[in-house]
T-cell receptor, first 112, second 115 residues
Framework: DQQVKQNSPSLSVQEGRISILNCDYT??????FLWYKKYPAEGPTFLIS?????DKNEDGRFTVFLNKSAKHLSLHIVPSQPGDSAVYFC???????????FGTGTRLKVLA | DTAVSQTPKYLVTQMGNDKSIKCEQN?????MYWYKQDSKKFLKIMFS???????INETVPNRFSPKSPDKAHLNLHINSLELGDSAVYFC??????????????FGPGTRLTVL
């Protein structure tokens, strides 16, 4: 039972345009969500997070949107750069647990 | 000045062997994790230790035994390796602040291939 889903395995975007990566979850107990970025042969690195009490969090070119009623979050990257080409994982957790559930990732390719 | 390090980076071994993967973090974190990323790219938690105490133990075969000698180290020992154990294993660490959530810092991964 996959509680966090990233239904798009890959995405290609032109440099300078917006990249939108999507993530859906099923567990209504989740109250904290994170995005990680992963380059080949490296471990995931933390990018941005959002608490369920917010619907938006912004950090530079990266913005995460949370729609609790739809159990959906998205990561926007504007403008996209070739160095953003990586696999992006969303993850979710809830209070009282150290357990983070990860999606299967979306491979983003930013074309120069 | 690597934050979370794992050794070895690659491990190729025969079925039935016993092997260990070591993990060390120099971030001063008190919670450490082992994740398995299988061929379908699922990143699934296996174990978590907080202050050397086991706090998460997912339905992992008991051939897998984590050991935390101190807060900075979490090793993974695997007995009687099977073909299905082939995967990339990631170690991670985080602070465990009761007030707020904390992101995890991951090691570079260990690619285990069982022949």
């Amino acid at each position: 039972d996959q509680q966090v889903k990233q239904n798009s395995p890959s995405l290609s975007v032109q440099e300078g345009r917006i990249s939108i990566l999507n993530c859906d979850y099923t567990n209504s107990m989740f109250d904290y969500f994170l995005w990680y970025k992963k380059y080949p042969a490296e471990g995931p690195t933390f990018l941005i997070s959002i608490s369920s009490i917010k619907d938006k969090n912004e950090d530079g070119r990266f913005t995460v949107f949370l729609n609790k009623s739809a159990k959906h979050l998205s990561l926007h990257i504007v403008p996209s750069q070739p160095g953003d080409s990586a696999v992006y994982f969303c993850a979710a957790t809830h209070s009282g647990t150290y357990k983070y559930i990860f999606g299967t990732g979306t491979r983003l390719k930013v074309l120069a | 000045d690597t934050a979370v390090s794992q050794t070895p980076k690659y491990l190729v071994t025969q079925m039935g062997n016993d092997k260990s993967i070591k993990c060390e973090q120099n971030l001063g974190h008190d919670t450490m994790y082992w994740y398995k990323q299988d061929s379908k790219k699922f990143l699934k938690i296996m174990f978590s230790y907080n202050n050397k105490e086991l706090i998460i133990n997912e339905t992992v075969p008991n051939r897998f035994s984590p050991k935390s000698p101190d807060k900075a180290h979490l090793n993974l020992h695997i007995n009687s390796l099977e073909l299905g154990d082939s995967a990339v294993y990631f170690c991670a660490s985080s602070r465990s602040d009761r007030v707020k959530y904390n992101e995890q810092f991951f090691g570079p991964g260990t690619r285990l291939t069982v022949l």
